[in-house]
């Protein structure tokens, strides 16, 4: 075998051991998490879509990475509270029709939700494919095999690829349409140029499908195909190729849409209408800084723009009104021990340095130099630049919205671009198309900052992060704030606990017969006695006893007894209640997201 042959096939079997890898790896979070908070309104929504044939339920996602994640449940579909849906406007049925998912299943649901989860797998591994085939284009196999890396061995990627949430979907979609338009852009010969068109305009489709964040996209992809024109000196093609290809892209993304939606209320007036948010409604009656359930409006009615009809289904354009609705009425956030009544526009920035392991932010770093020695050497990004600005872009518009800052899961549509931003500026094949190598390093041979054996040593050292975090992937921090441990200390919700702590707790409790009186205090999608565990709740601190000192309660000793606590329930935003079990020190922890306690009588 020629010794380029045996290279080219040492590197492909690598990076299948690391998409087999990352796929054990989510099995394993699969099979070990309990039903994580979201899940049963989007198990139970996705059911509805085919049960009931309408996408009422869950308008502020659109349906298609749920109505995926259902397939395999369809067969024998579970039970849940049809006659709960309701078609109020602004109504979030979802909610309901999880809980009675929950209810009518009992302990089947675990089984039910493991199944469900089984597409991430799936959208994982297509998008660790579509990662390494652009990361190649532009930096060459070291970059791909980089940001393969950085894919299958992030415990973010692997948490969300285990959940069923439009998160990681959002991710992979944003991928692939990015790279499918890029594809097109990049070619300016004729032939097959409307089989890459209807290519880009399917992937664009499939994205809005996913996730409403992505409705930015048509707006890049302009800017894109103007600015890759622009930049075209000598020969440039005239103005009307790129702008006639992003309309043809946005129109078969707008066909696709309503394909997903099966046409339903296509093309209705932007005046008939029942919009609940101020964006498109207008002021509208509010209690508490809420609008009242029920109430609607149309800014657009008797207007000249009232009379145009909506190419759009009509439930995607009410969830983005719900969504938008969302976003205008400030929520309680939570930073860093303390609760605010409105989000923070760094609060990804610095949730990302707590969550990511430190392996990839030392990456990053090194990335981010190497970026600055280009712009000032005069150097351009190459072809990558405009895939990192898309990154920047959908990571900058979450960040604008700061009515509340809760799930760093929110941003992960940039995570890829970051990802091969990274890559191609660490790791370069000098000579390949749209490279970015550092400057000199083409004519000289010489790299800047450190070499090939520190960057595979950073991998080896993400891989273990990946392995030894799991199956709590989800509740990961890094070594930065002390780990998973104390992370509850500095975030929240999906970022800590989010219920999935429970299976693990019952094992504990298996494991230790011993442990006796027990409490427990749980926050989640179901209910402790589901799963078999029978206990009272952990008691609260003494109402008696609420003087308060430096903002804490005074002290007391606890009734005799293990504690068994969810790491949300320590930091209520509506009590105190279980905040002196901060003073004392768990004996086990399950991955940061239920704490053990246990007191002895004095």
């Given amino acids: 075998m020629r010794p380029d042959t045996r290279n ?86 979802e909610w309901a029709i999880g809980s009675s998912w929950v209810d009518l299943n009992g302990a089947a649901v675990v089984e039910q939700t493991r199944l469900a989860r089984l597409a991430g797998i799936a959208w994982s591994v297509l998008g660790a494919w579509l990662l390494y085939g652009l990361a190649r284009r532009h930096g060459g196999t070291s970059a791909a095999m980089l940001a393969l890396a950085m894919w299958c061995f992030d415990p973010t990627i692997i948490a969300l690829a285990a959940v069923v949430t439009a998160d990681l979907p959002s991710a992979v979609a944003a991928l692939g349409a990015a790279s499918a338009f890029e594809a097109l852009l990049a070619s300016e010969s004729p032939r097959g140029l409307w089989a890459r068109r209807v290519l880009a305009g399917a992937w664009l489709g499939v994205a809005l499908l996913v996730k409403f964040t992505l409705l930015v996209l048509p707006l890049f ?118 609760w605010s009544r409105h989000g923070w526009w760094w609060f990804y920035i610095y949730a990302m340095q707590l969550k990511e392991p430190l392996p990839l932010l030392i990456l990053i770093t090194w990335a981010a130099a190497r970026c600055a020695a280009r712009l ?3 150097a351009g990004l190459g072809g990558v630049g405009w895939l990192a600005g898309l990154g920047l872009y959908l990571f900058a518009f979450v960040s604008a919205q700061v009515g509340f800052s809760h799930h760093l899961r929110y941003v992960l549509p940039s995570y890829p ?39 595979w040593l950073l991998v080896l050292w993400l891989a273990w992060v990946a392995v030894s975090s799991s199956p709590y992937s989800l509740s990961y921090f890094n070594g930065l704030v002390g780990g998973p441990d104390r992370g509850h200390l ?38 402790p006695e589901t799963l078999g565990i029978m206990a009272p709740p952990v008691p609260p601190y003494p109402p008696r006893r609420r003087d308060r000192q430096d903002g804490w309660p005074a002290e007391h000793t606890p009734e005799p007894g293990f504690y068994a606590i969810s790491a949300s329930m320590l930091h209520s935003p509506h009590n105190e209640d279980y905040r002196y079990l901060l003073r004392h020190e768990p004996i086990v922890s399950l991955g940061g997201t239920i704490f053990i306690y246990r007191f002895e009588a004095r």
């Fill in 8 to 93: 080219r096939v040492l590197l492909q079997a690598a990076a299948a051991l690391m998409v087999l890898a990352h796929a054990g790896l989510v099995l394993w979070n699969i099979r070990d998490n309990a039903l994580v908070v979201d899940e049963p309104y989007h198990i139970a929504s996705g059911l509805s879509h085919y049960t009931v044939v309408n996408f009422r339920a869950d308008q502020v996602n659109p349906p298609l990475a749920r109505m995926i994640a259902v397939l395999p449940l369809l067969a024998h579909p579970p039970l849940f509270d049809e006659s709960l849906i309701s078609d109020d406007p602004g109504a979030r049925s």
């Fill in 376 to 378: 000032a050497a005069g």
């Fill in 417 to 455: 671009f970051l990802f091969l931003f990274v890559a191609c500026l660490v790791a370069p094949s000098g000579g390949t198309p749209g490279s970015v190598a550092p400057p000199g390093q083409a004519k000289s041979g010489v790299r800047l900052g450190p070499g090939p054996l520190v960057r």
């Fill in 221 to 338: 992809w302009l800017v894109w195909a103007l600015g890759r024109w622009a930049a075209r000196r000598d020969a440039r093609p005239g103005l009307g190729r790129p702008l006639t290809s992003w309309l043809v892209v946005v129109a078969i993304a707008v066909a696709v849409v309503n394909a997903g939606y099966g046409f339903t209320g296509s093309f209705q007036r932007l005046e008939d209408y029942r919009f609940v948010s101020s964006t498109f409604a207008g002021p509208l009656p509010e209690y508490n800084g809420r609008v009242l359930l029920g109430e609607s409006g149309n800014r657009f009615r008797g207007t000249p723009l009232g009379k145009l009809p909506v190419p759009l289904p009509e439930d995607f354009v009410l969830g983005v009104d719900v969504q938008r609705r969302d976003f205008e009425h400030p929520m309680p956030s939570y930073l860093n021990g303390h």
């Fill in 490 to 527: 500095y975030l929240a919700h999906s970022n800590v606990d989010w219920g999935q702590g429970l299976l693990q707790l019952r094992r504990w409790i298996e494991d230790h017969p011993e442990a006796r009186p027990l409490h427990v205090s749980y926050a989640g999608a179901t209910k």
